[in-house]
């Protein structure tokens, strides 16, 4: 089963992405902050990582950071998701080292479709 960690603060986003995820067949952990969400990413080790931008403690931009610059999470794939998505925070995302983009409200589908282009085939 794929392993998804969700790093969001807002408790009903996050909470309609756990449910939504795991009814998909994920196995799904959720932290409400950077720091908390760091620290699952070396419990869980997850498959993908969907990061709110966002964050209280350590905003999403500096987990991505620092995800990318150790060598056992360098590879995860992230898909950073904001609600407060101005011209150019795509490119920023991506840039930072995301592997994707999303603004809320997310389209789950098209969040699904994401996701399996990202995720690992043989996990």
């Known amino acids: 089963m794929q392993r998804i960690l969700i790093v969001e603060d807002n408790d009903l986003s996050r909470d309609v992405l756990v449910r939504r995820l795991a009814k998909s067949g994920y196995d799904v952990r959720a932290a409400g902050d ?10 869980h080790r997850p498959d993908l990582i969907l990061m709110d931008l966002g964050l209280p403690e350590i905003d999403g931009w500096e987990c991505i950071r620092r995800l ?8 995860i794939p992230i898909i950073a998701i904001t609600a ?8 920023a995302a991506l840039a930072a080292g995301c592997d994707d983009f999303d603004t809320k409200p997310i389209d789950f589908k098209g969040l699904l479709a994401r ?9």
């Open 68 to 75: 990318r610059t150790t060598d056992h999470t360098r590879h």
């Open 84 to 91: 407060h998505a101005l011209v150019g925070d795509r490119e």
């Open 34 to 43: 950077g720091r908390q969400g760091l620290a699952m990413v070396d419990v």
């Open 115 to 123: 996701m399996h282009r990202l995720l690992p085939a043989h996990v």
